[in-house]
């Protein structure tokens, strides 16, 4: 097993060093998966291309789960005028 590691470090290393970055985010991925435990048919058959890391700062409190990002095009809403709040139903005590 650590041969297979140390081959995976060394093809990381030499496909950074070439600049195929892509190649080399895969094979990080893959040498992660066996240090986790993982056999190397399942390191090699995963697809962890849409797996994101956590970015410190950008969870919510208490969570493990990042911020929802709304999608594209959304507005919010207009909120309500403070003015109109309860407009009718304001009724003046008259005691006569």
């Not at 956590?54 to 005028?81: A, E």
Request: aromatic fraction near 2%.
């Amino acid at each position: 097993m650590s041969a297979e590691i140390e081959d995976l470090q060394n093809r990381m290393e030499a496909a950074a060093a070439a600049l195929d970055f892509e190649e080399a985010k895969r094979l990080r991925d893959q040498l992660n998966l066996l240090r986790g435990g993982a056999s190397a048919e399942d390191a090699a058959a995963a697809d962890t291309s849409g797996l994101i890391r956590q970015q410190p700062g950008r969870m919510g409190l208490g969570t493990s789960q990042q911020r929802m990002t709304p999608p594209l095009g959304w507005t919010p809403p207009k909120k309500p005028d403070p003015m109109t709040r309860a407009t009718g139903r304001r009724r003046s005590k008259d005691p006569s």
